[in-house]
């Protein structure tokens, strides 16, 4: 089946570049989203992309798509604390189906 | 924008009764309704696909007894689950399908803590 995969931690300096890589098996993804999750709260779409697209940038995130490869890439410039969550990628086949996502990566934003 | 709205974000319940948790789509009409439960520190596990007048699509190792959804509008989708035990507490979380303007994804509730004692 599909399967998502993310590396678990990250850690930067405040004011540093965050860069957050994801990759996916299945070769039908049309739909690649990047979610942020707070503690105790439900997902937050922070962006997607179209799996025709190689980048979307959107004001401080910057999502890169290699189709060929198979991985998804979320910058984040200029990292502030408030910026420390978990970030999971996801995707799916079509705009009303499930999504697969991956095991989420934990952003630690250090003053 | 589009809003889902998650009640309750927090019960606890004595093993042996049955909670509901409720999806309501605010400002638009949500024709799918997914449920996942998700672990501490965990990723999402999607339990169920919820449509609108039909029978909820249940995934592999869901007891759909247990998980109890129903979906009789397009804006409520509910999910109970029956003689619950320690071990179904967790994360619950629903989600829907929404165009927001030029903006698409998934609308997430804000997720309900299920504690079983």
């Known amino acids: 089946g599909e399967d998502v995969e993310q590396s678990l931690f990250l850690s930067v300096r405040e004011g540093d570049s965050s860069v957050i890589n994801c990759t996916y098996t299945?070769?039908?993804?049309?739909?690649l989203y990047w979610y942020k999750q707070e503690p105790g709260a439900g997902l937050q779409l922070l962006t997607y992309?179209?799996?025709?697209?190689d980048m979307k940038q959107d004001q401080r995130l910057t999502v890169l798509l290699n189709k060929k490869d198979k991985h998804l890439s979320l910058r984040i410039a200029d990292t502030q604390t408030g910026d420390s969550a978990i970030y999971f990628c996801?995707?799916?086949?079509?705009?009303?189906?499930?999504?697969?996502f991956g095991d989420g990566t934990t952003l630690t934003v250090k003053p | 924008g589009a809003v889902v709205s998650q009640h309750p974000s927090w019960v606890i319940c004595k093993s042996g009764t049955s909670v509901k948790i409720e999806c309501r789509s605010l400002?638009?009409?949500?024709?799918?309704m997914f449920w996942y439960r998700q672990f501490p520190k965990q990723s999402l596990m999607l339990m169920a696909t919820?449509?609108?007048?039909?029978?909820?699509?249940?995934e592999q190792g869901v007891e759909k007894d247990k998980f109890l959804i129903n979906h009789a509008s397009l804006t409520l989708s509910t999910l109970t689950v029956t003689s619950a035990h320690p071990e179904d507490s967790s994360f619950y979380i629903c989600?829907?399908?929404?165009?927001?303007?030029?903006?698409?994804?998934?609308?997430f509730g804000s997720g309900t803590r299920l504690t079983v004692v």
């Open positions: 989600s829907a399908s929404a165009w927001e303007g030029l903006n698409y994804g998934y609308t």
């Open positions: 299945d070769s039908s993804s049309t739909y």
């Open positions: 992309i179209f799996s025709n697209m």
């Open positions: 996801a995707e799916s086949e079509t705009n009303a189906g499930k999504s697969t």
């Open positions: 400002d638009f009409q949500a024709t799918t």
């Open positions: 919820s449509n609108e007048g039909s029978k909820a699509t249940y």
